[in-house]
């Protein structure tokens, strides 16, 4: 199939990486000329394992990358991949929807034929049908379901395994309209996945546009719920002297529970979950219902970095001393730091009068944005080294093994945020929740 795709970032550049990879012929739009022009080049505009090597197979053949919107014409299906980020208030901004939905729109003005377009962006229900479509349908002169039709086809990868979680998802979640628009719809989505769907067995779930945009909400909320409700289980483990892990994996062993995202720590952060979970609060808000739960499922992730600090006072004071922050990064496997843990961390040191020494194997540029003026080192060797303290916010693997460059610290006060280091005799060692 010819396909477009409207936007580079995490998801846009996946799935135009993955359905190139699938078999379909695609081009990935973007107002960004040097993201597109990277990609062209046959290189990923962003760090995700594996991604590199599908854009440097089929960059040139398959996959096209363009600033020009025209080139959506040739195509029969459009997915909108344009960011929606939340305001101070949890609002989502749709302006990046809106302008991409009027580009689209008049391309489809000039164009004969079918054509579907399908929103890939997270957005609060009812968006497809009371922003997207009238403004696809103001700017082609045409009606939904007649002129052009219209699903909605929410995004569940992960970053990190961006590539793997689109190429086997658990479930494809395909809403479309009432009807005959509909049913044609879902036959192009079908053809779309058809090649993953071959490969891999899925979930199809199909449903209405505005359920498929509640289920994406709904989904990020539950997993962001479930990781505050183990952090704060673990919170009270941790008054007891309990180890919240031993908990955890003894309910993750009652199957209506799961043993899956119950890593208790310093909380969660990225692109998703906090925007996601913001979004949908304020969501709610606007048609007068209360979400409290998921409220206080937010109180207790921003609690997380105070206790890790909490933790730290109980220890030393850090004024003046050379403190080392492990991982920056908001999970491992990624150089993203958006409302990475750390961040509150840092800041909570540098309100103490620390010294502060970053370390993350991929994420230190993209930290040095953010706090240009802590240190920054090229190793957790050398960022412990002379240390009196070191705080442990993202689970790299490399942490495990760390063991003899405790010993160059000045002081060996490790609290652990992840669970992630093993060493512990000749250390003064805690853990968030154990
Ligand atoms: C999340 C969802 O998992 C994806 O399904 C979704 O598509 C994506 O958001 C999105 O909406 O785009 P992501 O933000 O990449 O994916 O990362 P996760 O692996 O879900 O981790 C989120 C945060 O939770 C991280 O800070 C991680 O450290 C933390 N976490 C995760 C825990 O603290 N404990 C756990 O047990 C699991």
């Known amino acids: 199939m010819q396909i477009s795709v409207i936007g580079s970032g995490y998801v846009g550049t996946t799935l135009a990486a993955v359905l190139a990879d699938a078999g379909h012929d ?10 597109v022009s990277q990609i062209n080049d046959g290189v990923a505009p962003i760090f995700e394992p594996g991604l590199d090597e599908l854009v440097a197979e089929h960059a040139g053949t398959q996959l096209r990358a363009t600033t020009d919107y025209d080139d959506i014409a040739d195509t029969d299906v459009t997915f909108l991949a344009l960011p929606t980020p939340t305001d101070d208030e949890g609002k989502i901004d749709l302006a990046a929807m809106r302008a991409g939905s009027r580009s689209v729109g008049e391309i489809l003005a000039e164009k004969d034929g079918d ?11 009812t968006t497809t049908e009371e922003v997207v479509v009238p403004t696809v349908e103001e700017a ?5 379901g007649e002129g052009f039709d219209v699903a909605m086809n929410p995004e569940f990868l992960r970053e990190g395994t961006a590539v793997y979680d689109c190429q086997e998802p658990d479930k494809i979640v395909l809403g479309v309209q009432d009807g005959a628009a509909g049913e044609r719809a879902l036959d192009t989505l079908h053809e779309v996945y058809e090649p993953i769907l071959a490969d891999h067995d899925a979930s199809v779930v199909e449903t209405g546009l505005r359920e498929a945009e509640m289920i994406k909400y709904a989904n990020n909320a539950f997993l962001a719920a479930k990781i505050s409700l183990i952090n704060e289980l673990g919170n009270i483990c941790k008054e007891y002297g309990v180890d919240a892990y031993e908990v955890a994996d003894a309910i993750g062993l009652d199957h209506r529970i799961g043993p899956h995202f119950l890593r208790s720590g310093v909380g969660w952060g990225g692109s998703c979950f906090p925007k996601d979970v913001a979004a949908i609060i ?3 808000r606007e048609k007068g219902y209360a979400p409290e739960l998921l409220e206080a499922a937010v109180a207790v992730n921003e609690r ?10 109980t220890h030393t004071d850090v004024a003046g001393k050379r403190v080392a922050v492990l991982g920056l990064a908001f999970k491992p496997g990624t150089d993203d730091i958006r409302e990475s843990r750390a961040i509150p961390v840092i800041e909570g040191l540098i309100e103490r009068g620390a010294d502060v020494v970053g370390y993350d194997p991929v994420a230190t540029e993209n930290m040095r944005e953010h706090f ?7 190793s957790a060797a050398a960022a412990l080294e002379g240390a009196h303290a070191a705080l442990v916010t993202t689970d790299w693997d490399e942490f495990e093994a760390l063991d003899g460059e405790f010993d160059a610290m000045a002081d060996p006060v490790v609290i652990d945020g992840r669970r992630v ?14």
């Open 282 to 284: 304020h969501a709610a």
């Open 140 to 144: 082609s002169g045409k009606t939904a």
């Open 115 to 125: 054509h579907l377009v399908v929103v890939k962006s997270t957005v609060v229900p």
């Open 421 to 434: 280091i093993e060493r512990r005799d000749g250390l003064t060692y805690e853990g968030i929740t154990w």
């Open 26 to 35: 695609l081009v990935n739009v973007d107002l960004d000329e040097e993201i």
């Open 372 to 378: 240009p003026d802590i240190e920054y080192a090229d």
């Open 304 to 313: 997380q970095p105070q206790r890790l600090l909490g933790l730290l006072d």
